[in-house]
């Protein structure tokens, strides 16, 4: 892993996750370590690309070379939007957030978006965060400051 | 290769049928489906016997039968030597049922097939709904999690728009108003009261800055056309619609791209559509009306200014003003669209063809878009990620 960043706040969260994902031996390391409080991604040994979510290839020119890279957890609030018609495994959570976040690092990423929704609008600088629920950590942003 | 004409088309007003009063029957979606392949099949003046080939749109995840393609084939007693066949693309499904069927044509595997779409789902809660839907939002493990929506990608590219070129979410909501009128015009829509812009406005929120009215409704609905070669429609002497050409385009990202992009440039559509037209010897001012895949508000004006209707960032003017109306200079949505005409999505893009035939026919009654020969349809699969175009031309 490459020089270390700040580690994100870990927020303590209710219940359980609505929508949990899957981890497999090759995901399981990018949860671990968000569990800890820092992000993490592939990025190509053979052409350096990074991407997001992490990959067991790369999608520039499919080596299968690859390095757990940490990303630094800041960036702008491309876009984002709240739900207001809740699938049934969102039901229980209420309303949400979320947002197309662009990092520092050059990759995208989606995810629950925090805070006072006053304060939301595109192109403010976002920090990442961890969202800690009783069955383990989600990725979210909120405005920073 | 040779030409492919569609020669007859059914279908049922979009709505919802699944939900219906105590005390009343449903109808189920394969005794809709086998109504409008009848149509589409007088229609074009042929018999059972003439059918060679059944393509069919997958119904989606709450349509009960299983197998619906085969099935319909045995409900029907038709025999084939060419396909029988389901088709799945996400929301560009019965774009790709239609391009399968004029393929099949063209190739010479058959002289006449049938193409069929059954969406039904409004027998299904909204909140199972999207359960479901958001499965398909994006990477299940990674974006999924968050619990975006298909239209939530619109509403963050609407937002996004909003913030680029400084408009206001009242003004791409002229769209809505603008197909409303439209879809008060058309047998076949869904919502056939106009309304106001304030109107629309006053709706609640369902995925912002998007309302009520600005996301299309849930819905049910049936849509068949019949496909032969154009010597055959030529032979039958029956008004029928050319198939000129197709133009494709995928670019290589699931939604959300791992990367900065323009999430309010779609750069498939533009590229199917440059691609349809110059396979077709035409430009853009050949064509007299459009029917575009538009679930928002916001869609309309993001394809029209991708695809090169309207400058980028003006486009939401064109509903306003009357432009993109059945009566304006570039007519689009003429049905209503997937706002009003109504959004069965694995069949929408049928329908979108049925109402390119009708106005190309010159059958469009009230909503008729003036001496429209030409016509394009366009559908994508979400988030504009690809898009599919064809261009008709009608011979009535
Ligand atoms: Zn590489």
Same mark, same amino acid.
């Given at each position: 892993?490459?020089a270390?960043?700040? +580690? =994100?706040?870990i927020?303590?969260?209710?219940?359980?996750?609505?929508?949990?994902?899957?981890?497999?031996?090759?995901? +399981?390391?990018?949860?671990?370590?968000?569990?800890?409080?820092?992000?993490?991604?592939? @990025?190509?040994?053979?052409c350096?690309?990074?991407?997001?979510?992490?990959?067991?290839?790369? +999608?520039?020119?499919?080596?299968?070379?690859?390095?757990?890279?940490?990303?630094?957890?800041?960036?702008?609030?491309?876009?984002?939007?709240?739900?207001?018609?809740?699938?049934? @495994?969102?039901? @229980?959570?209420?309303?949400?957030?979320? *947002?197309?976040?662009?990092?520092?690092?050059?990759?995208?990423? =989606?995810? +629950?978006?925090?805070?006072?929704?006053?304060?939301? *609008?595109?192109?403010?600088?976002?920090e =990442?965060?961890?969202?800690?629920?009783?069955?383990?950590?989600?990725? *979210? @942003?909120?405005?920073?400051? | 290769?040779?030409?492919?004409?569609?020669?007859?088309?059914?279908?049922?007003?979009? %709505?919802?049928?699944?939900?219906?009063?105590?005390?009343?029957?449903?109808?189920l979606?394969?005794?809709?489906?086998?109504?409008?392949?009848?149509?589409?099949?007088?229609?074009?003046?042929?018999?059972?016997?003439?059918?060679?080939?059944?393509?069919?749109?997958?119904?989606?995840?709450?349509?009960k039968?299983?197998?619906?393609?085969?099935?319909?084939?045995?409900?029907? %007693?038709?025999?084939?030597?060419s396909?029988? &066949?389901?088709?799945?693309?996400?929301?560009?499904?019965?774009?790709l049922?239609?391009?399968e069927?004029?393929?099949?044509?063209?190739?010479?595997?058959?002289?006449?097939? &049938?193409?069929?779409a059954?969406?039904?789902?409004?027998?299904?809660?909204?909140?199972?709904?999207?359960?479901?839907s958001?499965?398909?939002?994006?990477?299940?493990?990674?974006q999924?999690?968050?619990?975006?929506?298909?239209?939530?990608?619109?509403?963050?590219?609407?937002?996004?728009?909003?913030?680029?070129h400084?408009?206001?979410?009242?003004?791409?909501?002229?769209?809505?108003?603008?197909?409303?009128?439209?879809?008060?015009?058309?047998?076949?829509?869904?919502?056939?009261?106009?309304?106001?812009l304030?109107?629309?406005?006053?709706?609640?929120? $369902?995925?912002?800055?998007?309302?009520?009215?600005?996301?299309?409704?849930?819905?049910?609905? !049936?849509?068949?056309l019949?496909?032969?070669?154009?010597?055959?429609?030529?032979?039958?002497g029956?008004?029928?619609?050319?198939?000129?050409?197709?133009?494709?385009?995928?670019?290589?990202?699931?939604q959300?791209?791992?990367?900065?992009?323009?999430?309010?440039?779609?750069?498939?559509?533009? $590229?199917?559509?440059?691609?349809?037209?110059?396979? !077709?010897?035409?430009?853009l001012d050949?064509?007299?009306?459009?029917?575009?895949?538009?679930?928002?508000?916001?869609?309309?004006v993001?394809?029209t200014?991708?695809?090169?209707?309207?400058?980028?960032?003006?486009?939401?003017? !064109?509903?306003?003003?009357?432009?993109?109306?059945?009566?304006?200079?570039?007519?689009?949505?003429?049905?209503?669209?997937?706002?009003?005409? %109504?959004?069965?999505p694995?069949?929408?893009?049928?329908?979108?063809?049925?109402?390119?035939? $009708?106005?190309?026919?010159?059958?469009?009654g009230?909503?008729?878009?003036?001496?429209?020969?030409?016509?394009?349809?366009v559908?994508?699969?979400g988030?504009?990620?690809? !898009?599919?175009?064809? $261009?008709?031309?009608?011979?009535?």
């Amino acid at each position: 892993m490459s020089a270390q960043s700040p +580690r =994100m706040p870990i927020l303590k969260r209710a219940g359980l996750r609505p929508f949990p994902p899957r981890v497999s031996a090759f995901t +399981r390391p990018f949860w671990t370590t968000l569990g800890e409080g820092r992000l993490i991604t592939t @990025a190509c040994r053979a052409c350096g690309r990074l991407t997001f979510p992490p990959k067991l290839v790369c +999608r520039g020119c499919w080596s299968e070379d690859y390095d757990w890279r940490e990303l630094r957890p800041s960036g702008v609030l491309y876009s984002y939007t709240r739900v207001h018609v809740l699938p049934r @495994a969102f039901v @229980a959570d209420g309303l949400y957030d979320f *947002a197309i976040v662009d990092l520092a690092d050059g990759v995208r990423l =989606m995810c +629950r978006l925090l805070g006072d929704p006053a304060q939301f *609008a595109p192109d403010i600088p976002v920090e =990442m965060v961890v969202a800690m629920y009783d069955d383990g950590p989600l990725f *979210a @942003a909120r405005p920073t400051g | 290769m040779r030409n492919a004409a569609i020669l007859g088309y059914g279908a049922v007003p979009v %709505g919802i049928y699944q939900r219906v009063k105590d005390g009343s029957d449903p109808p189920l979606e394969h005794e809709l489906a086998v109504r409008v392949v009848l149509d589409a099949v007088r229609m074009a003046g042929l018999r059972k016997e003439d059918l060679n080939g059944v393509v069919v749109a997958h119904p989606g995840d709450h349509t009960k039968q299983g197998y619906f393609h085969t099935f319909l084939t045995a409900y029907l %007693g038709l025999t084939s030597r060419s396909t029988v &066949v389901q088709v799945l693309g996400n929301g560009m499904t019965a774009g790709l049922a239609f391009d399968e069927g004029l393929r099949l044509v063209r190739g010479g595997e058959t002289d006449c097939v &049938v193409v069929i779409a059954a969406h039904f789902e409004s027998g299904t809660p909204t909140a199972d709904h999207l359960n479901f839907s958001i499965r398909l939002t994006g990477d299940v493990d990674f974006q999924s999690i968050f619990g975006a929506v298909p239209i939530a990608w619109y509403a963050m590219s609407a937002r996004r728009y909003m913030h680029e070129h400084s408009v206001s979410r009242a003004q791409i909501a002229e769209v809505a108003v603008k197909n409303r009128r439209q879809a008060a015009l058309n047998p076949l829509a869904q919502y056939r009261t106009p309304v106001t812009l304030d109107e629309v406005l006053a709706q609640r929120m $369902i995925v912002e800055p998007l309302g009520l009215l600005e996301v299309p409704g849930r819905a049910d609905g !049936a849509v068949a056309l019949v496909i032969t070669s154009e010597e055959l429609a030529q032979k039958s002497g029956r008004p029928h619609v050319l198939v000129r050409s197709r133009g494709f385009y995928h670019e290589g990202e699931h939604q959300i791209p791992d990367r900065h992009t323009d999430m309010t440039d779609y750069q498939s559509i533009r $590229i199917a559509t440059k691609t349809a037209l110059e396979r !077709a010897n035409i430009g853009l001012d050949d064509v007299d009306v459009f029917q575009i895949y538009a679930p928002c508000t916001i869609v309309e004006v993001m394809a029209t200014e991708s695809m090169g209707l309207f400058p980028r960032g003006k486009g939401w003017a !064109a509903a306003a003003d009357g432009r993109s109306a059945f009566d304006g200079s570039r007519p689009v949505n003429t049905s209503g669209g997937l706002l009003s005409r %109504g959004h069965p999505p694995e069949a929408t893009p049928l329908y979108d063809v049925v109402e390119a035939c $009708i106005q190309v026919l010159g059958l469009a009654g009230e909503r008729q878009v003036p001496n429209a020969r030409v016509g394009m349809t366009v559908s994508e699969l979400g988030n504009y990620n690809a !898009a599919i175009a064809h $261009i008709l031309e009608g011979r009535p």
